[in-house]
């Protein structure tokens, strides 16, 4: 099983649709949780870090569910520029009783906009 | 520029030559990650680093890899014998690794590798 497993899309949805994304994963140790957004050809940059309250950021909502091992984002009014890859990522410690952890990336989804 | 910055941004090879690629990471930051990327995927992790210590090597890795972070700041990724299947994109980040949390990590441009 995959640390981190996403839908690969391709979500294909109009212009001012609400579309939402979920990722699930494996590491119950996890800690931190982090959704980015890719554009084509481009480095992935972070659109919001996602805390176990939920958290919204204008159109922007993410949300935790730590008992399910899942996280979402939710993206509201979408607009054309929104168009991108949107990766989740998550902080898996590889044991226990280590004290380091590294990022782990899903496959990403692919959401495009349609006018 | 305070990002972090990679070199080169692009490089063509010959199949059997070896590359080394560097990354510049945020001052500040102890964790830096190296990832490889191919299109239509997300970034698969390659290894990472606190300070200078290596953390870990992801078990995908061919013993043709190396990467070192020697003095706990920059990072070199190697490639030794290089195959066309390494032609990808390779991704840095670096980012303040506090105990078992992690802040957000931040990516160089990357150093897009074609092996010809």
């Known amino acids: 099983r995959k640390e981190v497993e996403q839908d690969p899309g391709p979500f294909n949805v109009p212009e001012g649709a609400t579309v939402a994304f979920n990722c699930t994963y494996s590491?119950?140790?996890?800690?931190?949780f982090f959704w980015y957004r890719q554009d084509c050809r481009k480095e992935p940059k972070l659109l919001m870090s996602v805390y176990s309250s939920g958290n919204e950021d204008g159109r922007f909502t993410a949300q935790l569910n730590r008992a399910s091992q899942y996280i979402s984002l939710l993206i509201r009014d979408s607009k054309l520029s929104d168009s991108a890859t949107y990766l989740c990522?998550?902080?898996?410690?590889?044991?226990?009783?280590?004290?380091?952890?590294?990022?782990?990336f899903g496959s990403g989804t692919r959401l495009s906009i349609r006018p | 520029d305070t990002g972090v910055s990679q070199n080169p941004r692009h490089k063509i090879t010959k199949r059997g030559q070896n590359v080394t690629f560097r990354c510049d990471p945020i001052?500040?930051?102890?964790?830096l990650y190296w990832y490889r990327q191919t299109l239509g995927q997300g970034p698969e992790f390659l290894t990472y680093f606190q300070n200078e210590a290596q953390l870990e090597k992801s078990r995908l890795l061919s013993d043709r890899f190396s990467a070192e972070r020697p003095k706990g700041s920059f990072s070199t990724l190697e490639i030794q014998r290089t195959e066309q299947g390494d032609s990808a994109m390779y991704l840095c980040a670096s980012s303040l690794g506090l105990g078992t949390r992690v802040t957000e990590a931040f990516f160089g441009q990357g150093t897009r590798l074609t092996v010809v």
């Open positions: 990522v998550v902080n898996v410690r590889p044991e226990v009783s280590s004290s380091a952890s590294k990022i782990i």
């Open positions: 001052s500040e930051h102890n964790r």
């Open positions: 590491n119950s140790a996890s800690q931190s």
